[in-house]
């Protein structure tokens, strides 16, 4: 028995290494912290952060990009012959709104958050900024102009806002409001019909296209499309205006003669696919019989044959980068942005308070290398040029979409027999109580960093055994997790990738402009419906599958649930974000709630818990230290599995904890890798699982476990965690370990670090600048004379155009 259980062991340890993928290039392809991989066809051209949107000159010789990311923004001026960026101009504030004029002598572009239309002189390849149209007040009054379109001969321009939610009319010779109109949900993008008779409105908040009558100077219809549509593409005669749905994998067909959608074109890489493809980009061929659909969540461009408008006909996908936004199309060349660019990088002097914020760019010999300090701003938007393939290219280039793809028709599991990690919807498992905790904002060498027995960087931890014993003791006890990332970048987006596997178009591309200290709100959570996912999130799936449920501060903010699913599913005296209120405080509100239900035989299938407050609040003057506070965080956790394994349900039992993202911290493998931990009855003890994981994997496990079917594309294809599970149950307790620091302490110190942490807002997850944030915990951690670790640098990798073989 002992024989065959150490070749168990050694099985299992060469299968965990067998799947120890890291992110980065590898074969040609770049492979992504999500699971997902990128092979970007044609010609790369860097852009700025974030670009989102282009606009292309009447005489085609420019493309004009918006980038609208965290770090910098800007417009850029691409020339189309050269294929280079020829000007970038600074914006402070900006958004999605881009429009050329007639003449091309103009440019306007949104002003976001400042509540303005820029107008750019354009001549001699350069842009000028020469005045601005005024929609409002700026902050906090918001309003933030998307999308524009001109008609020029009556000298008027039309932007609709994704704020005030309106459409707004100026003369642009006098400058003048003439019109605001409500439009009933978020504005995205709007077109003019080519007599400029009428406006068409892509309404991103209440999934329909709205039609303004300009002659009326009203609104003259509506039609229903699918759920966030956002880019518009109307055809040249104006009969066919296509509509990207980002939240269906869908473009809707619309006969605007008739006011009527005539075909759904499904844009995913299967049909019948959940949420996961992000359709948000289209354009047309010149000859118009080819319609272009940038899917940004499956990094590539779906193809469709539509000369005949009703039954148009699918010809296949072009792969190009991470995430893009939008494309256009300019004789026989394909123009896209994406908006996260080519490869995920790591940050190892990052959050560095001795690099300044801005990106640093060079190149050495032929690769090129970028350096960053915050992961908002660590990833160079991208353009791909690709030439329109001919039938065989094409071919080619669907078969690399799919190869980059993890997700598949059927996403078989394949899972060792035995294992309480279910291979398929309806299996049961011996794990019959899931318990989620979320925490804020960790990286894995922060933390985890001076674990030998995993890959971690020990000069590059802040916050280690002395500080965290019970999560080091749980890496220990249970199972080391040194290859797990988070899909999400940020808190905003963190929350709804952990509790919903996916974060919505409107969400990725509006937390850098709030995060970036440009105005905007915390959307994220369920604080705004535009920004939640079309299937609900997993209380959701657990509703409809008959499966208890209940919150613990997630989604739940001031003692009531943020979405209707969570109502009388929430623990009424839970504290959700304050970090006046200590994780311990927490952990006792969880144990009466949980002891109580425990007692009459009702403890629900899923619990959703947040502890909060390794967070910190940097060198906030007699606030805890940042020390106290990811303490008081660590002995939550140890006491909560400590109480949990005392219990009758121990065995029957699993807990999840993971970082909502790894935003905050240095790591010497990916910004995106972050703490994760798991512990239960069924969990093996003494385990390192080197598997690459993501939040995603995560919750595909819980869903397997609790018999849930996938939420996204994502999920779908994750990697479930069954390596780390044993088929047999060990149920010793585990013994929570005492802290090294007293929760009281606080910070007194009268310095620079303190006068700028007494500045911030530590009222809401993540309403802090960032990489101000990250300067102080440095420094108050550190102390202002420590050498910071010579940056380790990740290489893009540039990938060249195939030659047509036929």
Known sequence: MRILRLFFVAFSLLSSFAYAQKPGAQNNQVLLPNGWS????????????????????????????????????????????????????????????????????????????????????????????????????????????????????????????????????????????????????????????????????????????????TKKQSFSGWIKVGDNPNELCLSKNGRWLYVANANDNSVSVIDTKNSKVVEVLNAALYPDSPPGSTSNGIALSEDEKVLYIANADNNCLAVFDVSAPGRSKAKGFIPVGWYPTNVKVIGQKIYVTNGKGFTSLPNPHGPNPLVKAETVTYQKGNRKFRTDEYIGGLFRGSMSVVDVPSEARLAVYSQQVYQNSPYTKENTVVIENGNPVPTKKGQTSPIKYVFYIIKENRTYDQVLGDVKEGNGDPSLVLFGENITPNQHALARQFVLLDNFYCNAEV????????????????????????????????????????????????????????????????????????????????????????????????????????????????????????????????????????????????????????????????????????????????????????????????????????????????????????????????????????????????????????????????????????ARSDKLNFAKEDAVPDVEFNKILWHGIKGDRVPFPAPKRAAFIKIKEEKDDD
């Open 491 to 754: 808190s905003a987006d963190g929350h709804n990738w952990s509790l919903g596997a996916y974060a919505t178009d409107y969400l990725e591309k509006t937390w850098p402009t709030s995060y970036g200290n440009r105005g905007g709100n915390y959307d994220a959570e369920g604080n705004r419906a535009t920004a939640n996912n079309k299937g609900g999130f997993i209380w959701d799936y657990c509703q409809r599958a008959g499966v208890s449920y209940r919150t613990y501060g997630e989604f739940a903010d001031d003692y009531k649930p943020n979405i209707p699913v969570l109502k009388n599913h929430y623990c009424t005296y839970f504290t959700s974000w304050n970090q006046r209120v200590r994780d311990t405080t927490r952990f006792y509100q969880w144990r009466r709630d949980f002891d109580s239900l425990l007692a009459i035989n009702k403890v629900p299938q899923l619990n959703t818990l947040r502890f909060i407050n390794d967070h910190t609040e940097g060198l906030a003057k007699n606030r805890p230290t940042p020390f106290a506070h990811v303490a008081d965080n660590d002995l939550a956790v140890g006491m909560f599995i400590e109480h949990l394994s005392h219990s009758p349900i121990w065995k029957e039992s699993v807990i999840f904890i993971v970082e909502d993202d790894a935003q905050n911290g240095a790591d010497h493998v990916d910004a995106h890798r972050t703490t994760a931990y798991v512990a239960g009855g069924f969990v093996k003890r003494g385990f390192v699982d080197h598997t690459m994981y993501s939040t995603t994997s995560m919750v595909r496990t819980i869903e397997l476990i609790l018999g849930l079917p996938p939420m996204s594309q994502y999920d779908a294809s994750a990697t479930p965690m069954w390596r780390s599970f044993a088929n047999e149950a060990d149920l010793a307790p585990f013994k929570s370990l005492p802290i090294n620091v007293a929760l009281d302490n606080k910070n007194i110190a009268i310095n620079e670090w303190q």
């Open 38 to 213: 990128l092979s970007p066809a044609g010609k790369n051209l860097t852009l700025g952060d974030l670009p989102l949107n282009m606009a292309v000159s009447h005489n085609k010789k420019f493309i004009a990009v918006t980038n609208n990311g965290y770090s910098d923004q800007s417009i850029q001026l691409i020339d189309v012959t050269k294929e280079k960026v020829i000007d970038s101009m600074p914006i402070d504030k900006s958004w999605y709104g881009l429009a050329f004029s007639a003449d091309d002598k103009t440019l306007y572009a949104s002003g976001g958050n400042n509540n303005c239309i820029y107008k750019y002189t354009f001549g001699k390849s350069r842009l000028w900024r020469s005045d601005s149209l005024v929609l409002g007040s700026r902050l906090p009054h918001l309003i933030s102009p998307a999308g524009i379109a001109l008609d020029d001969s009556r000298n008027l321009l039309y932007t609709v806002t994704k704020e005030s939610d309106s459409l707004y009319v100026f003369n642009t010779k006098t400058k003048t409001l003439l019109k605001a109109l409500p439009v009933g949900g978020e504005g995205y993008a709007c077109t003019l019909s080519p007599d400029k008779k009428f406006l068409y409105i892509s309404c991103w908040g209440c999934d329909e296209v709205k039609i303004f009558d």
